[in-house]
């Protein structure tokens, strides 16, 4: 098992740990929020800065496309806080069901990718292929026997199309944070995460599945 291996999997202990204690505590999971919602639009600012290679501040169509990003960020952030902070606990319900979603995604595209290899899927990401997204899918549905009926009530044909277009969307924020990288041609949005690469490498698809998973569940 090489190095790079070794801390993978101790970074991810480190993270399911994290998971836990935001699960079963709000504090931890308000403090963590936000602690990573900082890092993550700072490894953000730093891949589009890489991109144009100038100070993007300095130029006013950038300077209000940062400013309305931010502000659409920051309202995100504190809708889940309020979501986590609510009486309501179906937003919860949703808002766990969606970054499950995202997670299991991920995994599914990586365990069938490896597995069964095959076409690629994108030039944008290499390592990403059609057996990949097809696995992404599949391991997300996984989850709809424990929370159909149980944790959420809808019908399970809307249950089914809801998962499969929170994977979708998991999917496509990570193959645009893939693009992103790309453009600035840089393997990782930082090193803070020993393995792993950046805070936003890690959650480039949870950050779009999170509020359409949301909006989904409240409109349909």
Not at 127 to 156: A, C, E, H, R, W
Not at 176 to 201: E, M, N, Q, Y
Request: proline letters at 2%; aromatic letters at 14%.
């Amino acid at each position: 098992m090489n190095s790079n291996i070794k801390k993978r999997i101790l970074t991810s202990i480190l993270l399911i740990a994290l998971l836990i204690g935001m699960f079963f505590y709000s504090y931890i999971m308000i403090i963590s929020l936000i602690i990573i919602a900082i890092i993550s639009w700072i490894e953000f600012y730093a891949l589009i800065s890489k991109i144009f290679k100038k100070d993007i501040l300095k130029d006013k169509f950038f300077r209000f496309s940062y400013k309305a990003l931010s502000l659409i960020y920051l309202s995100g952030l504190v809708y889940l806080i309020f979501t986590i902070e609510s009486e309501n606990s179906n937003l919860k319900i949703y808002l766990l069901y969606s970054v499950l979603i995202a997670i299991l995604s991920d995994i599914g595209g990586l365990v069938c990718g490896k597995i069964f290899k095959g076409k690629k899927l994108t030039k944008i990401s290499p390592n990403k292929t059609i057996s990949g997204s097809i696995g992404s899918f599949m391991f997300s549905m996984l989850l709809i026997p424990f929370f159909y009926k149980v944790q959420i009530d809808q019908s399970i044909v809307n249950l089914f199309l809801i998962t499969i277009i929170i994977s979708l969307t998991s999917q496509l924020g990570d193959l645009f944070i893939s693009l992103l990288k790309r453009k600035a041609k840089v393997k990782d949005t930082s090193d803070l995460l020993p393995g792993h690469g950046g805070v936003l490498d890690r959650i480039d698809g949870i950050i779009f599945a999170i509020p359409l998973g949301i909006f989904l569940f409240i409109f349909i």
